[in-house]
């Protein structure tokens, strides 16, 4: 009696968490045998006799890691490329951008340090792809949808998942790929199991070091009816990135033979080489620097997570698991910065250099002190700290042997407050001085100055001859927003066994997502408190007290690539004591009447760049899977619904205020409220075939709609006019609830040939026509209703289309001997147009590749991998039509040596960006035209691990 009570009562509850919601991510605690047909959302076995007979596959080693993303890409019901953990608690790379940069098709950008961050697929950038954790989206800590890798510690990922076609019972929302995250389960290796590994890490170029631990355990009980799966990261390091670029970007000339640049941004005044006062023709579109920097960032980055799994298997018919994630990520960044603002104004420029086009040099020698050079000490903190968190429960029920049903429920919150917190400060020279500035072909031009009382620019700052009376207060912005992303989901998923008419299985399925982000913008530029303290009203940094500059930077290897003369030993100074001293200094008389009171220049709510949106989506889908002699494909629909409401604020510009050359101050009307809704439906339908040869050589065919979804920040109808403050007159609308989500017809054909064991040579072609393409309008010197001045206006527009076609390759191949290779090329094509003009798609790199040579047997491992990334267009028009920003190639190595001690030790060594290579960005790809220089340095990683 008590037994059938048991079952009736394990058999309601086994309905109640199925019916309660979708099933979002894999079928919770699948073997690892039939993970390969999961493809994070899933997919159940094709009947329960397979299921019930499937063995676990124990993934250890970079072979064993190899070999089951070779199974679950032949196994796979669309064109899919996969990797997996090398062993319980262990991930290939420390960074999960980082191991998913060797598959085919994928590039990745990097942030401080030289980490991963985000990710792009078939060359489409962030904004195209989606990410899911088991199937379940992740909420994100920036303004839009593209999700930051640096905020999950690679130890508690699995295995990943790069879906790059589409199936009906996949969620949608990715054009360029699907990447599922998934967490391991207890049943994987059923027993008990354990890991703890320490780790330390050194950069070579910085100097600086890092630790961490982390410890993973497993174990079933019960007659292998209860799992339980827990893991614990915790890191500490700390890393430095060198820099230099433009702050305030070029400056180029009007140019009446080109529309898209009639007005130009030359605020300081025509440059004009021959000083008539006149814009002759040879001066049209001179282009000529206007602020650039030079310096570190320090960041200390540490991430703590906790990860935890249940799963309890009371039958063979019921299966409830209930799962949960939590990290942190607090990596507080401080940027020691030399910053120039060389703008030209008549007067201030002499003996000037011109090379097709370009002003490559000039002295600056005008004894107005506003006109002269003022090297300035540029401080930038970034406060992020992030907590990302992931609960989910999910429960499988087998209704009948025919009909099995899977519900998910999960809730998944990022949270990042720096509203306020983070700074842009500048201190200003404010002694005479003669100075000459020469571009070259590096990042950084050369520098010189000689001031009036013999003091070298150079020299002085190496030799501590300046002191903080050589400097005045200038520009203080003080920032950052704070970001809650909150996403409630759900599905329920239904897999029914047909058997007739070539229809194995019907799958079919109901979702839904409510998504709510905000975002609030605390700083003080609306209200003038950035330059409270600039111009007239600078205080003599002397006059503070308080050691306002706290010590000099020479930082090891600083800058060693860099060919160029500048200073390469910079002062610098602590903000938070800077603002200390500044409230200090209340109540002193300040020019032009009354005191200094530091609250006048404290941060306060932004309502210009904050919003409020809100997101439900629901969609349903049928997906039949077939199958013949030597065939099996699958066709379906998916149907989805999506409801959107923004909010945002606006407020007009009253008047503007010149404090001084390139500093003004605008007064606004009171904000008021905009509420805009919007909603969109979509029909995507879907088809998979694959043929089979023979039982190695099989031929994939796929074919769908797709769309993603328009990021976040571009649905609300924010606007800002803060490049006022310094002189440039430009308008940004942020976006608006209308914009449409990019939709994509696209075609996939793979052949694959499996020609030995874990082993695979792969050609296919793909093709994305893509439209409502995201993109930026260009609006010069339109008048916003402010007198005395006209404005350039910029907004997100949905383009007209763009075409996407490329070809990818890839071998993978082990030898007996223990030897193997691993490689992969992407190229692709791409063009879009909006209206009659054809422009490069931003974010897409035309090629992409790696090489990967690698040595296991017995105990030892190792191997070393080269991804290679080519230059790509990062953003478009930024001087006028045809002048690109983009991002030059990178080659990034990295080599792994590791030895197993003993059953229960090994030990690791591992080397990252080997070549030391460096992230560049420029105009056109003109050296001349450097936009941006990003160094990490080579970095090395001792680890030891203990299993039981």
């Avoid at 005045?472 to 989901?489: A, F, K, Q, S």
């Avoid at 007739?500 to 399925?509: N, T």
């Avoid at 490689?823 to 992409?848: C, K, M």
Wanted: aromatic share 10%; proline share 5%; charged share 20%.
């Amino acid at each position: 009696m008590k037994t059938a009570c048991l079952h009736r009562n394990t058999l309601f509850f086994g309905i109640a968490l199925a019916l309660l919601g979708p099933h979002t991510g894999h079928a919770q605690g699948q073997s690892a045998g039939s993970e390969a047909g999961e493809q994070g959302q899933g997919r159940q076995a094709e009947d329960q006799d397979a299921l019930e007979t499937l063995d676990a596959v124990v993934v250890t080693g970079v072979r064993g890691s190899l070999a089951r993303s070779v199974d679950l890409k032949r196994d796979a019901g669309t064109v899919q490329d996969s990797i997996s953990a090398l062993e319980l608690g262990k991930f290939p790379d420390d960074n999960v951008a980082d191991s998913l940069s060797h598959i085919t098709g994928v590039a990745i950008s990097r942030t401080a340090g030289g980490e991963g961050q985000k990710v792009s697929v078939r060359g489409l950038g962030p904004e195209y792809t989606l990410t899911t954790f088991n199937g379940r989206i992740l909420a994100t800590d920036g303004a839009g949808r593209d999700f930051a890798y640096d905020v999950l510690p690679a130890d508690v990922i699995s295995g990943a998942d790069v879906i790059k076609g589409a199936q009906a019972a996949l969620t949608e929302g990715a054009v360029g790929g699907l990447i599922n995250l998934r967490s391991a389960s207890p049943f994987d290796q059923p027993g008990q199991h354990g890991i703890v590994r320490l780790e330390g890490d050194r950069n070579t170029m910085s100097e600086l070091d890092g630790k961490k631990f982390s410890a993973a355990y497993s174990n079933t009980f019960a007659g292998d009816t209860l799992g339980v799966l827990l893991g614990a990261v915790y890191g500490k390091r700390e890393d430095r990135t060198d820099i230099a670029g433009n702050d305030g970007g070029w400056t180029r000339n009007p140019d009446p033979n080109d529309p898209s640049w009639l007005w130009g941004n030359a605020w300081g005044g025509n440059i004009d080489p021959n000083g008539n006062g006149e814009l002759d023709p040879d001066e049209y579109g001179l282009i000529a620097p206007g602020q650039f920097r030079v310096g570190s960032i320090l960041e200390e980055k540490k991430r703590r997570a906790l990860s935890g799994k249940i799963e309890w298997r009371p039958s063979d018919n019921v299966r409830i698991v209930v799962d949960g994630l939590k990290t942190r990520l607090d990596s507080p960044q401080v940027g020691y910065q030399q910053s120039f603002y060389p703008l030209f104004a008549p007067g201030r420029w002499s003996d000037i250099a011109v090379q097709d086009g370009i002003v490559t040099g000039f002295t600056m020698d005008n004894p107005d002190p506003e006109l002269r050079l003022n090297p300035e000490l540029l401080n930038t903190t970034t406060h992020r700290v992030v907590d990302t968190d992931l609960y989910g429960v999910n429960g499988e029920w087998k209704v009948t042997p025919d009909l099995t049903l899977v519900g998910d429920l999960y809730r998944s919150t990022s949270r990042r407050y720096s509203g306020g917190q983070d700074t842009y400060v500048v201190l200003r020279m404010n002694q005479p001085n003669v100075a000459r500035i020469d571009l070259g072909d590096a990042a950084v031009p050369n520098v010189s100055a000689e001031f009036g009382d013999g003091r070298d620019l150079s020299e002085g700052l190496a030799n501590g001859q300046f002191t903080a009376s050589d400097f005045n207060t200038h520009y203080m912005e003080l920032l950052g927003d704070d970001i809650e992303d909150e996403i409630t989901g759900g599905s329920l998923d239904g897999d029914l066994f047909v058997g007739k008419f070539a229809i194995d299985h019907l799958r079919f399925g109901l979702a839904g997502t409510d998504r709510k982000k905000s975002r609030d913008l605390v700083n003080n530029t609306l209200n003038g408190g950035a330059d409270y303290y600039s111009g007239d009203y600078a205080i003599n940094v002397g006059a503070l007290g308080g050691d306002v500059l706290s010590h000099t930077l020479a930082l090891p290897n600083f800058m060693s690539g860099v060919g160029a003369n500048f200073p390469r030993t910079f002062l610098a100074f602590d903000v938070p004591n800077y603002l200390a001293q500044l409230r200090a200094y209340d109540q002193n008389p300040r020019p032009g009447g009354g005191v200094y009171d530091f609250s006048q220049a404290a941060p306060a709510w932004n309502p210009l760049e904050s919003y409020r949106v809100s997101e439900k989506t629901t969609a349903a889908y049928l997906q039949a899977n077939l199958s013949g002699e030597r065939w099996n494909g699958d066709i379906g629909v998916r149907l989805v619904k999506t409801r959107t409401t923004a909010e945002a604020w606006d407020a007009r510009i009253i008047s503007i205020t010149e404090n001084g050359p390139f500093n003004y101050t605008a007064r606004y009307a009171e904000p008021t409220p905009i509420q805009q809704e919007g909603d969109y439906t979509f029909v995507l339908p879907s088809a998979n075939f694959i043929w089979h040869f023979t039982d190695e050589l099989q031929l994939r065919l796929g074919a769908a709609k797709t769309m993603a979804r328009p990021p976040v920040d571009k649905l609300a109808p924010t606007n800002t006019t803060a490049s006022v403050s310094w002189g440039e007159f430009t308008q940004i609308y942020g976006g608006n609830v209308d914009l449409q989500p990019y939709s994509a017809r696209q075609g996939d054909a793979s052949l694959e040939w499996y020609f030995d064991e874990d082993s695979i040579l792969n050609v296919a072609v793909f093709y994305k026509r893509i439209e409502n393409q995201i993109t930026t309008s260009w609006e010069p010197g339109q008048d916003i209703g402010v007198p005395g001045y006209l404005f350039n206006v910029t907004r997100p527009i949905n383009g007209d289309y763009a075409k996407v076609r490329g070809i990818e390759a890839g071998l993978q191949h082990f030898w007996d001997n223990g030897f193997g290779v691993r490689a992969q090329y992407t190229r692709n094509w791409s063009r879009s147009w909006v209206g009659d003009e054809e422009r490069p798609l931003e974010g897409i790199a035309p090629a992409t590749y790696s090489l990967g040579l690698m040595y296991e047997k017995g105990p030892w491992s190792l191997g070393a991998t080269a991804d290679h990334t080519d230059g790509f267009v990062t953003a478009i028009n930024v001087l006028g039509e045809g002048y690109n920003e983009q991002a030059d190639a990178i080659t990034w190595l990295t080599a792994h040596l590791s030895y197993r001690i003993s059953d229960m030790f090994s030990v690791s060594l591992e080397g990252r960006n080997l070549l030391d290579d460096e992230q560049t960005y420029s105009i056109n790809g003109n050296p001349l035209l450097s936009q941006g220089y990003y160094r990490y340095g080579r970095s090395f990683n001792l680890g030891l691990s203990m299993r039981f």
